[in-house]
T-cell receptor, first 113, second 111 residues
């Protein structure tokens, strides 16, 4: 397996634009996590899904952020409209519900100018 | 999840053992201790976890005190590639539970 795949790896966008980050979890994994990492706040859990169902979205900063998992092999994190303070590295991770180890993707570095 | 406390940074000489401490004095009986690390510009990577017994795998050893209020991650022969931020996480090992990261310890392995 190629691991957790995130796209794009880098994204530069203008303030006010919509941004969509994508994640393909490891095949067979049924838990998926979205994290945001900044120097100021470290690694923050935004939302996680079990069996494609959002379980806890209390970390989502505000209504501009939304996440979906339409099927077991794909998830998106959307920011609309984007703001400069959304600039960060966004990580996706997946795990099997019965396993202890979560696997992380390489992240998407988002810059909003 | 119980709160953890780690030193912000540590140094270690290449080839020596790196001992990374973690305090988790409010840990509950059903909470496990997990360690992850994050090498610069990469996603976090699982290292090891344990409940109350000491654990060892190909990457590291985990020593948990008898009262479970603290633990130590040991990298027996640190290499330059072990330079990373190391996160100690305490969580319940129920299926699908959240994984929350603190500030971690920046370990720098020096030649």
């Amino acid at each position: 397996d190629a691991g957790v795949i995130q796209s794009p790896r880098h994204e530069v966008t203008e303030m006010g634009q919509e941004v969509t980050l994508r994640c393909k979890p490891i095949s067979g994994h049924n838990s998926l996590f979205w994290y945001r990492q900044t120097m100021m706040r470290g690694l923050e859990l935004l939302i996680y899904f079990n069996n494609n169902v959002p379980i806890d979205d209390s970390g989502m900063p505000e209504d501009r952020f939304s996440a979906k998992m339409p099927n077991a092999s794909f998830s998106t994190l959307k920011i609309q409209p984007s703001e400069p303070r959304d600039s960060a590295v966004y990580f996706c991770a997946s795990k099997d519900l019965g396993s202890t180890e979560a696997f992380f993707g390489q992240g998407t570095r988002l810059t909003v100018v | 999840d119980a709160k953890t406390t780690q030193p912000p940074s540590m140094d270690c000489a290449e080839g020596r053992a790196a001992n990374l401490p973690c305090n988790h004095s409010t840990i509950s009986g059903n909470e496990y201790v997990y360690w992850y690390r994050q090498i610069h510009s990469q996603g976090p990577q699982y290292i090891i976890h344990g409940l109350k017994n000491n654990e060892t795998n190909e990457m590291a050893s985990l020593i948990i005190t008898e009262d479970r209020k603290s633990s130590t991650l040991i990298l027996p022969h640190a290499t330059l590639r072990d330079t990373a931020v190391y996160y100690c996480i305490v969580r319940v090992q129920t299926s699908g539970s959240r994984l929350t990261f603190g500030e971690g310890t920046q370990l720098t392995v020096n030649p």
